[in-house]
């Protein structure tokens, strides 16, 4: 009998995949629970999802009936590709999402009844956020973010993370690592805490904001999700 051994990855990428795609199964769940509670009927609605990504998000939109315009820096990139497994090409749009390479800080969001900014806001730096925030304001949002927290264990142990209270917002200054998930050109962003959220919000004159169910962890702390300007439960 004939024994080899095949040499394999010798350490898994990071982020390690069950970990990636747990965390993000939960977040897809989350949003698809969002879509029912505040729009149980897509109707002839327009969603654009910003720094869309791999696009689930946006395709989980357009299963729903609704009209889904994805927007992001990068080609589509597939989870593949992310976790560095199969072949680094993009994929393909699903024909039911019109896919749009673009820069979201200048993307022009008028017409749109919903703008989703899922997992994008803390690759930005403070000013952009409050643009977007500003520039959005009248328009339901859906914001997923990091939210800093200097006292949790994980944020404070994470080397990328620098706390900073920057225009009176406190949060957290994030190096950013130039892979898939991450910023187009700026090195740093900027992670708010909590309440430096709510009151970027109400300078930006948003006109309601919801934390939508409880923060949920990441591998640097909490995210949240929160609806700002949509419908009020
Ligand atoms: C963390 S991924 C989020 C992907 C997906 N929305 C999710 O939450 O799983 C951030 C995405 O935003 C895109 N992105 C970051 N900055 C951007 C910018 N200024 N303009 C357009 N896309 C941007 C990145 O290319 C990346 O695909």
Redo the contacts with the bound molecule.
């Keep these: 009998m004939r024994i080899a051994a095949l040499a394999g990855p010798t350490r898994p990428t990071a982020p390690r995949p069950h970990e990636a795609l747990a965390a993000?199964a939960h977040?897809l769940q989350a949003f698809q629970f969002l879509l029912d509670r505040f729009w149980p009927e897509p109707g002839s609605r327009r969603i654009v999802?910003?720094?869309?990504?791999?696009g689930?998000?946006a395709q989980i939109a357009a299963r729903r009936g609704f009209s889904v315009t994805a927007?992001?820096?990068?080609p589509q990139?597939t989870l593949a590709d992310a976790l560095s497994i199969g072949r680094k090409q993009p994929s393909r749009a699903r024909p039911e999402v019109a896919w749009i390479e673009?820069?979201?800080?200048s993307?022009d969001t008028a017409g749109f009844d919903v703008v989703?900014a899922?997992?994008?806001t803390y690759?930005?730096p403070l000013q952009?956020q409050r643009d977007f925030l500003r520039r959005t304001a009248g328009q339901a949002t859906v914001i997923?973010t990091e939210i800093y927290d200097p006292s949790d264990p994980d944020a404070a142990a994470c080397e990328r993370l620098r706390p900073v209270v920057l225009d009176g917002y406190d949060g957290a200054l994030c190096r950013e690592t130039g892979d898939?998930?991450?910023?187009?050109?700026?090195e740093e962003s900027f992670w708010p805490s909590h309440d430096a959220m709510l009151r970027m919000c109400a300078g930006a004159g948003r006109a309601s904001v919801i934390a939508v169910g409880a923060p949920y962890r990441s591998r640097f702390g909490w995210r949240q999700w929160y609806v700002l300007d949509g419908p009020l439960p």
């Design positions: 993000l977040r999802d910003l720094g869309a990504g791999h689930l998000f927007v992001d820096a990068r990139w673009g820069d979201v800080r993307f989703l899922i997992g994008l690759h930005l952009a997923d898939l998930w991450s910023s187009i050109d700026n």
